[in-house]
């Protein structure tokens, strides 16, 4: 079933406090890897779905940072999507490979730890795409956290030449050339089915995924009558200085607990 945990083995936690695991689940009849980072203490913690960047060994996931949100009292789990880290399949760039994000959402509800009606999703960069793509898909998502997110998949073909190889290798083609394809991984087109509350943080010098993302996403939400917070960032890129960095985590993970529970 997705979402199931077929294997797992301790990984090393630069945390006392937290554990660790490499873990091997199940997406639509694939074996995918991830990790899973959690409080010792035994208790009933929120589930925290962390859909990274990138594709393949750009926008790896990196342990010091799930560990520092399970810190903060969430079990955390990180698809490393399809293809990746031993896992079966290929990536998809938001195309398929969103039913792993799906399987994630499933595998955190399920997890002993995890309080059912209390699991939030974040997604920095593509993984913002993800994000909103599986909360639009799974039922009973808390809350959607978009960092630095793409919200337009043909808007990052354009803004972005370094990617438009990869893109048309991975989507098929241009946007010129099958704009459904960009459609379907666009979730701007899709929000309509949305009810997680959403919050959106964006550095307004991004220049991997730029400001306009956000302005569309806070824009078509708010046009639909959707709940949206945007924490914008004046000064910041695509990557967030080390302190600031922290003190947004501390906010993001507060504004979390604070939405009513599923």
Not at 14 to 34: E, N, R
Not at 82 to 87: E, F, H, I, Q
Request: aromatic share 12%.
């Amino acid at each position: 079933m997705d979402g199931d945990i077929i294997d797992q083995y301790r990984f090393p936690s630069p945390h006392p406090g937290i554990d660790v695991f490499f873990v091997t689940y199940m997406s639509q009849g694939l074996k995918v890897k991830g990790f899973l980072a959690a409080p010792k203490r035994k208790g009933v913690y929120d589930g925290f779905l962390y859909l990274r960047g990138g594709i393949k060994n750009v926008g790896q996931v990196r342990v010091p940072r799930l560990v520092q949100f399970a810190s903060h009292g969430f079990v955390v789990f990180a698809p490393l999507y399809r293809g990746n880290g031993g896992g079966e399949g290929n990536e998809d760039f938001a195309g398929d490979d969103r039913y792993d994000a799906l399987a994630g959402f499933y595998l955190l509800r399920r997890h002993p730890l995890v309080h059912p009606g209390r699991v939030h999703m974040f997604g920095f960069s593509r993984g913002g795409a993800m994000a909103l793509h599986a909360a639009l898909m799974a039922e009973g998502v808390c809350s959607v956290a978009v960092w630095g997110g793409v919200a337009d998949m043909e808007l990052t073909y354009w803004e972005r030449p370094d990617l438009r190889r990869m893109m048309k290798r991975v989507i098929g083609g241009t946007p010129n050339k099958c704009p459904e394809r960009y459609r379907h991984r666009t979730p701007l087109y899709h929000l309509e089915r949305l009810k997680a509350p959403v919050l959106i943080i964006h550095g307004e010098r991004d220049e991997n995924v730029s400001i306009e993302h956000a302005w569309r996403l806070e824009r078509r939400l708010k046009q639909l009558g959707k709940p949206v917070t945007a924490w914008y960032f004046p000064e910041f890129t695509h990557y967030f200085p080390p302190q600031a960095n922290r003190e947004t985590v501390q906010r993001l993970t507060e504004w979390m607990k604070q939405q009513p529970t599923v």
